[in-house]
Each structure stands twice: as C-alpha cells, then as structure tokens.
C-alpha cells in the first residue's frame, strides 16, 4: 500500500469510527491515478489483513457502534454488497458515498502503534486538502 494514504487513513481511523466514504475520498485524493471501489475495497483488506482495524456498524435503536465478529472476507463481502438493509458500496450512486453506512472501521491497537511509528501524515506531508477550494456560504 502507499505509505502516505496508509498514513493518513490511519491518522483518520484515529479519530473514530470511519465511513466508507472517508476511505472513498482519501484514495480518491491521495493516489487518484489508481482510484476505483475495487481499489478502495483492496486497501480495506490490506488494513485488516494487516491487523490495523476491525469492522462494524451502528445497528440503530440508541445504540453505539459495534463490531462484526465475521472474517474479512465476510466483512468486505457486507461492505461491497449490502447489509442489514443498508446498499453496499459497489451499489450506490457518486452521491450517496459520503452518506453511506453501511459499515465503519476502528483502528485497534496494532492500527494505533502503527501510527504512532509514522507520526503525524500533516507534519510529513503536508495538507493534502489545502488546494481545494472551499465552497463560500451566502
């Protein structure tokens, strides 16, 4: 995996829990040349494979975010395809990658140690976002 997008993905996996559509919009941002859902769903698997996050959902009813205990095949398998009614992220529309839940990662401690040896991705490369405009408010 490129190092830059692993280091800023776990950076943002540090925060909370993730959305595919942070995993959409980092790769699409930081390796836009190699940008596809297949690939976005590649370098899910390569973080859990790599013991870096775990996968889960909010299962609503006032509840919090909770794991899946299923393997990664499983796991990937409900994020590309759909799950617990929600459309999967290889079913939905441009639009709708920002809004989808049907899954969350969290990093776990390994995740978090591999962090820690990178450091922060701001400090080693910058602000990847700083060249794109903000839309003004009227």
């Known amino acids: 995996m490129n190092e830059k997008l692993e280091h800023f993905l776990l950076h943002e996996l540090s925060d909370d829990w993730t959305p595919i559509g942070t995993f959409d919009g980092m790769v699409a941002k930081i390796v836009p040349a190699s940008y596809s859902r297949g690939f ?79 450091g922060n991705p701001y400090e080693k490369y910058g602000d990847p976002w700083a060249d794109t405009p903000r839309r003004v408010r009227n």
């Open 40 to 118: 976005v769903l590649d370098v899910i698997r390569e973080l859990a494979t790599k013991g870096y996050i775990r996968f889960g959902a909010f299962p609503g009813r006032g509840r919090s975010w909770e794991p899946w205990y299923v393997t990664i095949d499983e796991a990937l398998q409900r994020v590309a395809h759909g799950h617990n009614h929600i459309v999967g992220y290889l079913d939905i529309s441009e639009n709708e990658i920002g809004s989808n839940e049907v899954f969350r990662a969290d990093l776990v401690e390994r995740g978090e140690q591999r962090l820690a040896e990178l």
